[in-house]
Every structure is written in structure tokens, then in C-alpha cells.
């Protein structure tokens, strides 16, 4: 079992940034790939990034893509997703989640993440 807790999420301005992390406890952080989520009102859950469980790897949507940098300190159990240039599209609620299956390349497959924290909000103006 792994509990996860995001932080980091608010309000920001259009162009601005934001670093959102989620800790882990509980069983060995090394041993998961971990993604980063996003879920907009009246839209469904969306992946945003994923690092494979020893830092490498690092996907992400075509939507984020050269604005958004995944990376995670084993030491310190904690993946972190840091947004730079953001727009108001971006605002969702955003979660970390864990996947047991230590691929190389980190899945984009929601229901193949099995454990989630309760996602921290991030509200983008214009």
C-alpha cells in the first residue's frame, strides 16, 4: 500500500508557473513508476507525465509538452511536476498516482495506476 499526498497546487496568472509534488509513504517509493494526472470540470481524468521509477523516461501529453518537467527524488519519496507557461486549459485538479509495474517507459493508462492521491487544484487566469 502506498498513500500519496500532493501540494503545491493555487491560483496563477496565464504564463506563470507553478511546482506541484506528491510524497509517498508507506512500502519502497523506488519500487513504482509514478504519473502525474489532470481532471477538468465535466471532463474525464487526462494523463499529463510519467517517470519510470528510477527517474528516466519522463513522458508526457502532446498538450504539455516543453512546458511541464517530471522528475522524483527516490531519497525523499516525492515526484515533482513542475509547470511553466501556463494557460487557462490548465486548470484541473491535479493527482499523483503510482503504478507497480516498473516498465521502462511509464504508462498513460489511467486504470493501470493503482494507487492515487486526493489531487490538489490548480486554477490558471487570464
Known amino acids: 500500500q502506498v498513500q500519496l499526498v500532493e501540494s503545491g497546487g493555487g491560483l496563477v496568472q496565464a504564463g506563470g508557473s507553478l511546482r506541484l509534488s506528491c510524497v509517498a509513504s508507506g512500502r519502497s517509493f523506488s519500487n513504482y513508476n509514478m504519473g502525474w494526472f489532470r481532471q477538468a470540470p465535466g471532463k474525464e481524468r487526462e494523463f499529463v507525465a510519467g517517470i519510470n521509477w528510477i527517474g528516466l523516461s519522463p513522458t508526457y501529453a502532446d498538450s504539455v509538452k516543453g512546458r511541464f518537467t517530471i522528475s522524483r527524488d527516490n531519497a525523499k519519496n516525492t515526484v515533482y511536476l513542475q509547470m511553466n507557461s501556463l494557460i487557462p486549459e490548465d486548470t484541473a485538479i491535479y493527482s499523483c498516482?503510482?503504478?507497480?509495474?516498473?516498465?521502462?517507459?511509464?504508462?498513460?493508462?489511467?486504470?493501470?495506476?493503482?494507487?492515487w492521491g486526493q489531487g490538489t487544484q490548480v486554477t490558471v487566469s487570464s
Open positions: 498516482a503510482a503504478d507497480r509495474t516498473t516498465t521502462l517507459i511509464p504508462t498513460s493508462v489511467t486504470y493501470e495506476y493503482d494507487y
